[in-house]
């Protein structure tokens, strides 16, 4: 009996001497990820509301976070529970529901806070990394690609450009950060497409640090106004309609009393530049906009239906509050 233990014993230290090595070793992408989670998931907090939770992360250690504005919803307050276990009164600063991006504030110091990327140079195909607290989870992790950029789903009433992503967002992740590989915060995780598998997107960082900005200065923000529907122009599309541009976008209608309306803008105008700046697509002309400010005058390169280039310039209104 003595000499059958000693034998399964070492049988069991030969086995775990062969497979210890192996179980240990990672591929570079885990050990990414595992980067990544391991320094983001500090900035990472619950937001909470009589009726609702969500997420938000932590980008300034002084206590300003961002998240979305369906999580805050129409409160003044907030509770913010921190990756440490603290719970704050987090007071809602601003929101824009044209981009569902909100700013809260706690009165904390020295927090973890996350580095932030730009979204602008986002390429389809690299990683992405999404923690949130899905279903009452704190802090979980998914990880997937950037599957699209500048999406406009119809029936989300969100005019950001979306990141689309196959990282996995479930309710009560909203809010929270869409990471590179870097562990950079590169969007605010916002919806999914009901009915759907890999269907996620986020709001780009550089539209939501540009809401965050006007929040923290003046406390209300401002967006640039034409007041026209667009939709992006492929090489697909122009090829099968035989339109006499390849790229850009093309006015479906203007509203009456609007900027563009004023400018002389017509439908079926393809807009193909901006103040000499190529339009490849929607996302080009709303980044293009959000440099600019209402009252501005900006030039539209414009190609008509037939044809015919033309310079448009056009002084641009303030977009009504929502």
Do not use: C
């Amino acid at each position: 009996m003595r000499r059958t233990t000693r034998m399964k014993s070492s049988a069991l230290l030969l086995f775990l001497a062969i497979s210890t090595p192996l179980l240990a070793q990672r591929s570079t992408e885990e050990e990414m990820v595992i980067r990544v989670a391991r320094n983001a998931t500090p900035a990472v907090v619950s937001v909470s509301r009589e009726g609702g939770s969500g997420s938000g992360v932590i980008v300034r250690n002084d206590g300003v976070i961002l998240t979305n504005a369906h999580v805050v919803g129409t409160v003044r307050t907030v509770e913010v529970r921190t990756a440490d276990g603290r719970t704050f009164s987090g007071t809602v600063l601003g929101r824009d529901p044209s981009v569902d991006v909100a700013v809260v504030r706690v009165q904390a110091t020295n927090l973890p806070a996350a580095q932030l990327g730009d979204s602008d140079r986002l390429e389809v195909g690299q990683v992405a990394v999404a923690i949130g607290n899905p279903l009452g989870l704190d802090r979980t992790v998914t990880r997937g690609v950037v599957s699209a950029t500048n999406r406009d789903p119809q029936g989300f009433g969100i005019a950001a450009g979306l990141i689309q992503t196959d990282a996995a967002i479930n309710p009560g992740n909203s809010g929270g950060p869409l990471l590179d590989s870097s562990g950079r915060v590169i969007g605010i995780n916002t919806a999914i497409l009901v009915g759907t598998t890999g269907l996620g997107f986020a709001v780009p960082i550089n539209v939501a640090i540009d809401v965050m900005q006007q929040i923290l200065t003046t406390g209300r923000v401002r967006r640039t106004y034409l007041g026209i529907d667009l939709r992006t122009i492929t090489e697909e599309i122009a090829r099968y309609f035989s339109l006499p541009v390849s790229s850009g976008v093309v006015i479906v209608a203007i509203g009456r009393g609007t900027p563009a309306q004023r400018a002389g803008l017509q439908v079926e105008d393809f807009i193909v530049g901006i103040d000499g700046q190529k339009v490849e697509d929607e996302g080009d002309l709303r980044r293009m906009l959000r440099a600019h400010q209402p009252g501005d005058t900006v030039r539209l390169d414009i190609v008509r239906a037939r044809g015919q280039r033309q310079t448009v310039n056009v002084q641009l209104g303030e977009a009504p509050a929502q």
